[in-house]
């Protein structure tokens, strides 16, 4: 199994925010921290501020800013609300399936069992955890030249 670089992207975006906390910054200087496209960065940013882990402020001085406190995002709830797809096989998309198997397999069953362990796992922690223990400096660190706004 393997996230989309959206929900990728949206634990990136995070990371880099909640390593520098209090600062507003713009989507130009988080996508040139990365190497990632701007054009893909301001849709993850809008999927994080429509379900409230991020401030978005326009204008000149404007950027995006953690809109909840690093200890209230848990990573699963990220990645649910981030991953356009977690349908791990066509049977999960009732609709669309063409499996002919479906009223007998207990495959899918298996694969639900085993993808809300995953976001279980994942919802053991949150944001806080990924910068604790001199991570959020070592981060910060890594991060130092590319504040392009303030």
Do not use: W
């Not at 990136?12 to 200087?29: D, F, H, K």
């Not at 809008?46 to 978005?56: A, F, P």
């Not at 063409?98 to 362990?117: E, F, H, N």
């Not at 955890?129 to 959020?136: C, E, F, H, P, T």
């Amino acid at each position: 199994m393997q996230i989309s670089l959206h929900a990728d992207y949206a634990l990136r975006v995070l990371i880099y925010l909640g390593s520098q906390p209090g600062r507003v910054a713009s989507t130009v200087e988080i996508s040139e921290a990365y190497g990632i496209s701007k054009h893909h960065l301001v849709r993850v940013v809008q999927t994080l501020s429509e379900h409230g882990y991020l401030r978005v402020t326009v204008g000149r001085s404007g950027g995006v800013s953690l809109a909840m406190a690093p200890e209230s995002i848990k990573l699963g709830d990220v990645v649910r609300r981030a991953e356009p797809n977690l349908r791990l096989v066509e049977c999960f998309d009732l609709p669309t399936n063409t499996c002919p198997i479906v009223g007998a397999c207990r495959l899918a069953g298996v694969l639900r069992q085993a993808l809300d362990s995953f976001l279980g796992t994942l919802n053991r922690y949150t944001l806080k955890d990924l910068l604790a223990d001199g991570a959020q400096q070592k981060l910060a660190s890594v991060f130092a030249g590319y504040p392009l706004s303030t």
